[in-house]
């Protein structure tokens, strides 16, 4: 029994490698199948007999009920930057200074998140995130699903390796388009998607959505003596190691090679960030050794936002939810940072006139990090007619004439009956910051609209299952679905709904304190404009867009719909105590965070009772800072202010 078993492991994960790693299968997936559930229902029968490398591990789910911590027995580095060739000499000049013959191996900085695996006499044992470097998280059943992962190696090895879990392009570009069409917010970039991931509860979802490695480190100590060397063995030990490394003896060729990756680095089919430059020489590695944060043996080349030229085909304008028109340019197609751009936001009219952008112009497009690509100016030689840009006089929607503010760079359609601000403002409505209604995105309420089912937010609560049935791609339990959410949305605490009513000058943060003062919208409605404008930051702007929202008779019959309907309009958030941890600190937050998203920090450090504020000055009390923090963590130091990290604000 036991011998078959084996026989079963050894070819199913031979024709999985092929499958996966080579995209060469030798056998059919019926045959496959056959194999894989004779060994499911052996594994059953036998729970004793389960073979460590069983392909079974990888798939099919339990929920997690959380992540414990694990402290990483050799820390976790991060790398002193460099953004310019200036800044690479003087790496190699302190380096060069002890070692002159040093060389160097280049390595593809692959953009996603550390993690460290270990192994115990050859079976993968634990799998943890980075962390602060010294505590991570045991992430083991999750990275069991990366199917390039080995569970076993073929020598019965303890030892310990890093390398980077990152989301293929391919992969991201899946996950989503289903996200979009099922409503859910989309993820910005791989490196966040395969962040997310990693973080599931639920192994199944990270089984399915193809996440992939690359090994670099052997953490424990080595009996390698080359940085090379211990890629090598990386392969060897099958794990997947980048293709992408080059051994080089001068700073001269460091530089080549960058150039050399910046060429391709639109090919890869992933993400990166950069270059990472380390000693070759593990004993000259020691040799230099660290300083506070990281080696000084090693250095992270970190390329600048692309630019590149496209040519202006058109420009469409689209109404948003407050009535603002916005104009996107129509592009050639170029790849800006892996990923096809063919429109780019051109902000506003202003722009367009500040940066004389005409007709048929050849524009500099670029994209930095997360931000969506917008057009940076004009290639003036390359201008082709003087014939200015048509800016429209009416709405695109509604046809009513267009406003153009004196103290806005906007223009703007002020009909409250415009079909296209009133979809705008249903999305809103039911995203994610707002009442949260998962599956009703922008697609399924342009749809609603369209059929005249829904005409204002209080119509998504007189919605049936029948009414939606008559919408393409909605089955029985998809419809059920839909509807279940509204109903769960009805809960929500009062802000949820303050902030998705689309109230000018009303974002998610004010909407937050304005209930935490007056628990109630109805109480809200009430307020004296002073009482409004004298809580903190908000002022006289807030107080009396405010005033104005609810003075209208059409609002009032609005919130007495939504209350009729069931929808909870008091607080629900617990008030913050004046003893609560960080009560009356001043907090500002940097760096990319591992575990944490931005807003998520954002609200648990407002939980504790500070205040987060976007910059550092003499008034801040706290720097929370992730990893690539910059001029913010300097300012802090030079300020003397108390830095503190994620791991640090998690144990809060
Ligand atoms: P930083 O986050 O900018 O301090 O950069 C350090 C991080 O770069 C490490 O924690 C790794 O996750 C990541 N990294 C990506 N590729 C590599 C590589 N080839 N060698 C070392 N670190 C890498
Ligand atoms: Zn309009």
Same mark, same amino acid.
């Given at each position: 029994m036991? $011998?078959?078993?084996?026989?079963? +492991?050894?070819?199913?994960?031979?024709? =999985?490698e092929e499958y996966y790693t080579k995209d060469a299968p030798s056998v059919s997936d019926y045959e496959y199948d056959k194999l894989y559930r004779e060994l499911v229902a052996l594994e059953e029968a036998h729970p004793e007999l389960v073979q460590p490398n069983s392909p079974t591990h990888r798939v099919g789910g339990t929920i997690l009920k959380g992540f414990e911590k694990y402290q990483h027995t050799y820390p976790l580095y991060s790398l002193q930057d460099a953004f310019s060739y200036e800044e690479l000499v003087a790496f190699d000049q302190r380096v060069r200074k002890e070692f002159p013959a040093v060389t160097y191996v280049c390595e593809l900085k692959i953009d996603g998140l550390s993690i460290s695996l270990s192994y115990v006499e050859g079976v993968l044992e634990t799998g943890a995130t980075r962390g602060d470097g010294s505590i991570g998280e045991n992430i083991t059943e999750n990275l069991k699903r990366v199917r390039d992962i080995p569970l076993v190696l073929p020598e019965p090895l303890t030892l310990t390796v890093r390398g980077e879990c990152y989301m293929p392009?391919?992969?991201?570009?899946?996950?989503?388009?289903?996200?979009?069409?099922?409503?859910?917010?989309?993820?910005?970039? &791989?490196?966040?998607?395969?962040?997310?991931?990693?973080?599931?509860?639920?192994?199944?979802?990270?089984?399915?959505?193809?996440?992939?490695?690359?090994?670099?480190?052997?953490?424990? &100590?080595?009996?390698?003596?080359?940085?090379?060397?211990?890629?090598?063995?990386?392969?060897?030990?099958?794990?997947? +190691?980048?293709?992408?490394?080059? $051994?080089?003896?001068?700073?001269?060729?460091?530089? =080549?090679?960058?150039?050399?990756?910046?060429?391709?680095?639109?090919q890869l089919p992933y993400d990166i960030d950069g270059v990472v430059i380390k000693v070759n020489d593990l004993a000259i590695q020691e040799e230099l050794g660290f300083t506070v944060k990281a080696p000084k043996w090693a250095v992270a080349y970190k390329f600048p936002a692309e630019e590149k030229e496209a040519k202006l085909l058109s420009v469409d304008w689209t109404v948003g939810r407050t009535g603002v028109v916005t104009p996107t340019a129509n592009l050639t197609p170029v790849q800006l940072a892996g990923t096809t751009v063919s429109r780019a936001t051109l902000h506003n009219v202003d722009y367009i006139a500040e940066k004389d952008i005409r007709k048929d112009d050849t524009v500099i497009v670029y994209k930095a990090g997360d931000i969506i690509p917008a057009v940076l100016r004009v290639v003036m030689d390359k201008r082709v007619s003087e014939e200015r840009l048509e800016i429209p006089s009416h709405c695109p929607s509604c046809q009513s004439e267009l406003l153009h503010f004196e103290d806005e760079v906007a223009l703007r359609c002020i009909n409250p009956r415009c079909p296209a601000q009133i979809k705008e403002g249903l999305a809103h409505f039911a995203s994610r910051d707002a009442?949260?209604? $998962?599956?009703?995105? &922008?697609?399924? +309420?342009?749809?609603?609209?369209?059929?005249?089912? #829904?005409?204002? +937010?209080?119509?998504?609560? %007189?919605?049936?299952?029948?009414?939606?049935?008559?919408?393409?791609?909605?089955?029985?339990?998809?419809?059920?679905?839909?509807?279940?959410?509204?109903?769960?949305?009805?809960?929500?605490?009062?802000?949820?709904?303050?902030?998705?009513?689309?109230? %000018?000058?009303?974002?998610?943060?004010?909407?937050?304190?304005?209930?935490?003062?007056?628990?109630?919208? &109805?109480?809200?409605?009430?307020a004296e404009v002073e009482r409004i404008a004298a809580i903190d930051s908000l002022g006289m702007v807030v107080a009396e867009?405010?005033?104005?929202?609810?003075?209208?008779?059409?609002?009032?019959?609005?919130?007495?719909?939504?209350?009729? =309907?069931? #929808?909870?309009?008091?607080?629900?958030?617990?008030? #913050?105590a004046a003893d609560a941890p960080l009560s009356g600190k001043t907090v500002v937050l940097t760096g990319k965070l591992e575990?944490?998203?931005?807003?998520? =920090?954002?609200?648990?450090?407002?939980?504790?009772?500070?205040?987060?504020?976007?910059?550092?000055?003499?008034? $801040?009390?706290?720097?929370?800072?992730?990893?690539?923090?910059?001029?913010?963590?300097s300012k802090a130091q030079e300020l003397s202010i108390e830095i503190q990290d994620e791991a640090w604000l998690e144990s809060l």
């Amino acid at each position: 029994m036991e $011998t078959r078993m084996k026989e079963l +492991v050894t070819l199913l994960n031979h024709y =999985a490698e092929e499958y996966y790693t080579k995209d060469a299968p030798s056998v059919s997936d019926y045959e496959y199948d056959k194999l894989y559930r004779e060994l499911v229902a052996l594994e059953e029968a036998h729970p004793e007999l389960v073979q460590p490398n069983s392909p079974t591990h990888r798939v099919g789910g339990t929920i997690l009920k959380g992540f414990e911590k694990y402290q990483h027995t050799y820390p976790l580095y991060s790398l002193q930057d460099a953004f310019s060739y200036e800044e690479l000499v003087a790496f190699d000049q302190r380096v060069r200074k002890e070692f002159p013959a040093v060389t160097y191996v280049c390595e593809l900085k692959i953009d996603g998140l550390s993690i460290s695996l270990s192994y115990v006499e050859g079976v993968l044992e634990t799998g943890a995130t980075r962390g602060d470097g010294s505590i991570g998280e045991n992430i083991t059943e999750n990275l069991k699903r990366v199917r390039d992962i080995p569970l076993v190696l073929p020598e019965p090895l303890t030892l310990t390796v890093r390398g980077e879990c990152y989301m293929p392009r391919a992969s991201f570009d899946a996950v989503n388009l289903s996200r979009q069409e099922n409503g859910e917010a989309e993820f910005a970039n &791989p490196r966040n998607a395969a962040a997310g991931t990693l973080r599931q509860l639920d192994t199944k979802i990270v089984a399915e959505r193809k996440l992939a490695t690359f090994l670099y480190q052997e953490a424990s &100590p080595t009996d390698q003596t080359s940085q090379e060397k211990v890629l090598a063995k990386l392969e060897r030990l099958g794990f997947v +190691v980048n293709p992408h490394h080059k $051994t080089v003896t001068s700073i001269e060729q460091v530089w =080549a090679y960058i150039q050399e990756v910046a060429a391709m680095r639109d090919q890869l089919p992933y993400d990166i960030d950069g270059v990472v430059i380390k000693v070759n020489d593990l004993a000259i590695q020691e040799e230099l050794g660290f300083t506070v944060k990281a080696p000084k043996w090693a250095v992270a080349y970190k390329f600048p936002a692309e630019e590149k030229e496209a040519k202006l085909l058109s420009v469409d304008w689209t109404v948003g939810r407050t009535g603002v028109v916005t104009p996107t340019a129509n592009l050639t197609p170029v790849q800006l940072a892996g990923t096809t751009v063919s429109r780019a936001t051109l902000h506003n009219v202003d722009y367009i006139a500040e940066k004389d952008i005409r007709k048929d112009d050849t524009v500099i497009v670029y994209k930095a990090g997360d931000i969506i690509p917008a057009v940076l100016r004009v290639v003036m030689d390359k201008r082709v007619s003087e014939e200015r840009l048509e800016i429209p006089s009416h709405c695109p929607s509604c046809q009513s004439e267009l406003l153009h503010f004196e103290d806005e760079v906007a223009l703007r359609c002020i009909n409250p009956r415009c079909p296209a601000q009133i979809k705008e403002g249903l999305a809103h409505f039911a995203s994610r910051d707002a009442m949260n209604i $998962t599956g009703l995105g &922008p697609a399924v +309420v342009e749809k609603l609209f369209s059929k005249e089912l #829904v005409q204002d +937010v209080a119509g998504i609560y %007189r919605l049936t299952v029948d009414d939606l049935l008559q919408l393409d791609g909605f089955k029985e339990k998809s419809a059920q679905k839909l509807i279940d959410a509204i109903q769960a949305s009805k809960g929500n605490s009062a802000e949820k709904l303050l902030f998705g009513l689309g109230i %000018r000058h009303v974002g998610s943060k004010a909407s937050q304190l304005l209930l935490q003062e007056f628990h109630s919208i &109805p109480a809200l409605a009430e307020a004296e404009v002073e009482r409004i404008a004298a809580i903190d930051s908000l002022g006289m702007v807030v107080a009396e867009s405010l005033k104005r929202y609810f003075a209208q008779e059409g609002s009032q019959l609005l919130l007495e719909e939504l209350k009729d =309907a069931g #929808v909870n309009l008091d607080y629900l958030g617990q008030k #913050v105590a004046a003893d609560a941890p960080l009560s009356g600190k001043t907090v500002v937050l940097t760096g990319k965070l591992e575990r944490l998203t931005r807003s998520e =920090a954002k609200a648990k450090l407002e939980a504790l009772g500070a205040k987060v504020t976007g910059s550092v000055s003499k008034n $801040t009390d706290l720097l929370v800072a992730g990893s690539d923090a910059g001029s913010k963590l300097s300012k802090a130091q030079e300020l003397s202010i108390e830095i503190q990290d994620e791991a640090w604000l998690e144990s809060l």
